[in-house]
């Protein structure tokens, strides 16, 4: 059976044919060598999903439906200085489904995130790869711990084993947050016996509250 690709372009959607930028149209004749009449599925990124077909620069709308998110979790990550690392954190995070990211501003963390554009092609990528309805939302501005509504939850060691019921979880730097920078009241998580690089933390701790 040949590949059906998966393609995200912008709503709004008025006409029966939505157009394609150069870039898709250029990926999919040249690089997929896919042919007019071809079938493609297509999404907003905002929960509608369509089965169409590749037509002239464009693909002919067909069957839509309207999907629900996968999860509603908001991940807050200090964010690795190794810019690889990032990329990685942000395309699993997408292809898992978290609704949001919160880079979060901390004492131990280098505190350098790529710029937003370059963070949004990774999440365009990692959800026409994974074939989502849904683009992650990323926070255009780093937060700390104070900015953040009450409810969430600290992936840290020696925290309680069992999964919490929150919506949002947080993950401090490589080494640890400083001693005076986590609340002393604040709920916090224990993922397991060893110590998890940040993007490992994140995609444990997410597959969890997903119920994985």
């Given at each position: 059976?040949?590949?059906?690709?998966?393609?995200?372009?912008?709503?709004?959607?008025?006409n029966?044919t939505?157009?394609?930028?150069?870039v898709?149209?250029?990926?999919?004749?040249?690089?997929?060598?896919?042919?007019?009449?071809?079938?493609?599925t297509?999404?907003?990124?905002?929960?509608?999903?369509?089965?169409?077909?590749?037509?002239?620069?464009?693909?002919?709308?067909?069957?839509?439906?309207?999907?629900?998110?996968?999860?509603?979790?908001?991940?807050?990550?200090a964010?690795?200085?190794?810019?690889?690392?990032?990329?990685?954190?942000?395309?699993?995070m997408?292809?898992?489904?978290?609704?949001?990211?919160v880079?979060?501003?901390?004492?131990?963390?280098?505190?350098?995130?790529?710029?937003?554009?370059?963070?949004?092609?990774?999440?365009?990528?990692?959800t026409?790869?994974?074939?989502?309805?849904?683009?992650?939302?990323?926070?255009?501005?780093?937060?700390?711990?104070?900015?953040?509504?009450?409810?969430?939850?600290?992936?840290?060691?020696g925290?309680?084993?069992?999964?919490?019921?929150?919506?949002?979880?947080?993950?401090?730097p490589?080494?640890?947050f400083?001693?005076?920078?986590?609340?002393?009241?604040s709920?916090?998580w224990?993922?397991?016996?060893?110590?998890?690089?940040?993007?490992?933390?994140a995609?444990?701790?997410v597959?969890?509250?997903?119920?994985g």
């Amino acid at each position: 059976m040949k590949h059906i690709p998966h393609v995200v372009v912008a709503a709004p959607w008025v006409n029966s044919t939505l157009n394609l930028s150069v870039v898709q149209s250029r990926h999919l004749s040249k690089v997929l060598r896919m042919a007019h009449g071809d079938k493609v599925t297509y999404t907003d990124g905002l929960g509608t999903m369509g089965k169409g077909v590749l037509g002239q620069h464009a693909i002919e709308r067909g069957d839509e439906e309207t999907l629900e998110r996968p999860t509603r979790l908001t991940v807050v990550v200090a964010p690795p200085a190794n810019k690889d690392r990032q990329r990685f954190l942000v395309e699993k995070m997408a292809e898992l489904g978290v609704e949001r990211l919160v880079w979060l501003d901390t004492l131990h963390g280098k505190n350098r995130v790529s710029s937003a554009s370059k963070v949004f092609s990774w999440v365009l990528a990692a959800t026409e790869q994974s074939r989502g309805a849904w683009l992650m939302e990323v926070a255009p501005d780093l937060a700390t711990l104070g900015d953040l509504e009450p409810g969430w939850v600290v992936c840290h060691p020696g925290g309680e084993r069992s999964t919490p019921n929150t919506t949002t979880v947080v993950i401090g730097p490589e080494g640890g947050f400083a001693k005076e920078e986590l609340p002393d009241h604040s709920q916090r998580w224990d993922l397991g016996p060893t110590i998890l690089r940040v993007e490992t933390a994140a995609i444990v701790a997410v597959a969890k509250l997903s119920g994985g």
